[in-house]
């Protein structure tokens, strides 16, 4: 046979050469399902509680159910079925974004359950790693990524695991550790370019398209309040914003931050009124401090913006309605950062036009008739001085509410039965009752949320608005005086505080007081990484090189710097991945150093040489010998192969520290 | 279309390096290792585009780390499969001789240095075989099973050295390709007439258990059988003494190629190489003649059957 003929006949053959599956050990697939599991643990801690269980027991019970032979077609089309019709009945018809996740849930959740030979196994691992993925999609938290980095360690595990029954080298000895140090530095190699790539890539000014909404919507400030509706986001404790000052900090107690302004009432609910948009309010003037701050907004999904009142100009991408409530472009689905300057403000829209006057003394006909006779009757009393009716409603209030979380169900006269019957309940009663009272007896009054207080965090010098600050209070117009503030859940006199938060907290063991400090750090590592990791974008890209003196960096100097910084990076993957392995003895290791020395005046060691052996050839060659370099090797003999390591002069470890210094201390 | 796939790619694999048979030892450098992703690195190419694109889009930035993360140790991968080829070296080849249409094991003998990277489960194939070579402190071998089908020489394919390690993303590969053949014997005919019996006059004697004729007396040794102790001496010289035999042996075998006629040449060679094995079985000495060549032998023992299957092997045949 000749050789071209060999040549010919081998290589066409050596395409078709396709392997046959092979089923995998239970040991490997038991590592490739745990890899899956994690990938999609973090998904669900993000979906609705009974879903999720839903999909963790199915996942689970399919893992196992699948352990000995691949579940009949039918079921697993039944059971793929059974979970998409779960998901739909949990999230409702419309698909938003995490509809898209839970389903993507539900499916890695089956694929188990034909997952057997190598190629099944990939492609598991490949589609599990759009798990964690899909979680920052709904949430980008430091703990999601901390969830994902376990995630990616264990499909990479899984993944060379799988590659080493590819290659039919299995090792079961080598202790789990080994394995996770080794896939720790492939991603340690990796990081470079990672990083390279994260903080230099151009980044995208504005997006492609546009993320999917949520279906279930999360817990905040919402575009209507029913008075009575809010406990649920009383009682969440999670961040809403976190705010950074600069500078002078506002008191505590002044510390209202102006969210959405509701004007109009049904008897039931307030809502933003949709007129307000064609009237400009005149410009207001600063009187008195303003504060610089940055505040850090948690994700909505909605467009409102907060801020400390009164803002005194709209941040870029935001803008203010004339009832100085600040609105955004897009939802808010992400962490974002404001910069924004607040302040008292002299008079706020002291001429206000006849039809907004009329707009914000709107009430509904027929309901709550005694509150709108109390307020004709105090009207009465007080002729036209507005300000003696707003002080005797806080008047009244301080001397005969109370506040509580516990509230009975409003009928259909809600502010009758607030102020006459109950005379107890938390701030949307107060500022809802209030604001009708107040139009009642023709004074102009809205309703505006926030949130009001927040609590500093000692760790970081930074302030946490919680969703427990959620608040509801007041304005009122005056003559002269334009809208003014009024809080009258604050009114409430001191000793009628009954039932609020603290008290619950309390109830629970002062659990949380003694994690205060735990919470603290935790809330400065979300914080901190809200500011590095999370705000980091193609504005903040550009502002990086700004201290460097590149102004305006940029897309195309900015990939080169990039490609720069990537080549770096690869460079450095390179000469780490090809250097030897370390030696683990330090004696051989100064000892192997020594003789490299030796080898760049081309007296190296012979591999099959001993050490004295080469000494004394070294102290032959060389001119006027090497006595040190004889001592040395007779040393290094005796220590290595001797019977009692060390001069018996000095303790072992001593001695050795010795040896090992003269031998790096010896210059040929 | 597969097949026009096939032709590019044989072409393509013909611009691989090395492009004709090379002396060993042979050592893989950079210049000689090729790098592609596997089809599931290329779908796993593929998925973590779709994060990035996504990622950038939505300018999500825990979800770009995590892709950007898993692309590092991509990359990262991709060098530690070509650090396990690079530096490898092959010193040799070599083989056991079978006869043709029985698969010879070809070992290929590796080397790296010894306190260089582990390299394990190196797939070593080619379009007949697949083996593994996995290296301990430096030195491993792999053995690949190449079917034959003729006697003489068997070139040796060229051998493709390939590695998945470490993710499984991207297939690192080598090719090496022995100048040295292999030797394959004849095979021996399936059955035919016994061995002729020996011509020569040249009897020998062999010393063997159950011959007739005492050859000599020893010392007794332990395990000898109590039957063949000599009584009669023994008692005469006072220690024991068992009687050894001897067996005539028939005289050399005489195989003649010229002696076959009437058979085609393959068909000589086929029944020379089965007498050959069988007179080896028997322990006798025989001569080969064959035309072209001085007789071999008389002798026997390995030696001179490979010299003697050798020569068979080697003549030259209607279809070399």
Redesign the interface.
Known sequence: ???AA??R?????????HERPTRLDARTRANVLIAAGACIAPLLLQLPRTLAIGIAVAALAISIGSLRRPAAGWVRVVLALALTAAVFATMGLNFGRDTGCAMLAAMLAVKPAETYSL?DA??LL?FA??A??AT??LD?GPW??AF??VA?VLV?LA??R???V????VRDGVPPWRRVV??GR??L???????A??WL?P??AA???G?PDRAIGRPGLADSMSPGRWEDMLLDDTPAARVRFFGRTPPKQEMYFRGPVFTEYDGRTWSRGRWQSAYVAPDVHPTGPAWDYELAMEPTDRRQLIALDMPLTAPPRASMGNDRSLRVDRPL??VTRWRMRSGAIDRFDPALPEPVRSRNLQLPPGFNPRTVALAHQWRQDAGADDAAIVQRALQWIRREFAYTLQISLAGRDAVDQFLFVDKQGYCEQFSSSFVVLMRAAGIPARVVAGYAGADQNPIGDYWIVRRSDAHAWAEVWLPQRGWVRVDPTAAVAPERVFDTLEDRARANGDLMANFAPVYDVGDWVVNGWNDF??G???ERQRAMFRPLGLDAIGSERLLLLFSLVALGG?AA??WL??R??R?RDPLLRAWHRLGRRYAKLGLSRAPHEPAGAWARRVHAARAGGDAALLALGERFSRWRYGDAPGDGAAPPREALKVLLRDLAAHRP | MRDR???L??RL??FARPR??EAFPVELHRRRIYVLPTR?GL??GV?LAA?GV????????????????????????L??AH?QL?GLRFVAVSADPVPAGTPIQLRLHARA?T????R????V???EGVA?L?LEEGVGDAELALPTH?RGW??V??L?VS???????VRAWSWIWPEQPLLVYPAPEADGPPLPDGAGEAAAARLHPLGDDVHHLRAYRRGDSPRTIAWKPTARLGNLLVREYERPQSADIELDWLQLHGLDPEARIRRLARWVDEAERDARRYRLRVPGHPPIGPAHGPAHRHACLRALALLPGSRA
């Open positions: 046979m000749s050789r060999s040549l006949t081998v290589i066409p053959a050596k395409a078709g050469t190629r990939r492609s490949g790693l759009f964690p993925f920052f999609l980008q999601s990524l994902g980095l990616v990479l993944m060379q799988l590659s080493d590819e290659s039919q080298d080794g896939v492939m991603l190699l990796g990081l470079p370019l990672a990083l790539a994260f890539f980044r995208l997006p492609l398209w993320v689905d992400a990791v999370l980091f974008n193609a690869l993957t390179v991945l090809s030897d392995v030696e | 796939l096939h032709a790619r044989a694999e013909r004709e048979p599931f779908f796993f998925l994060m996504g990622a950038l889009n939505y300018n999500n930035n825990p979800a770009l780390l995590l892709m950007l993360l898993l692309a590092g140790a991509a990359q990262t991968s060098l530690g650090l690079s240095g306190r260089g990277r582990a394990r489960g190196l797939r194939d080619c379009a593994m996995t003729r068997l070139d394919p060229r493709r590695t998945t390690r470490p993710l499984g993303l």
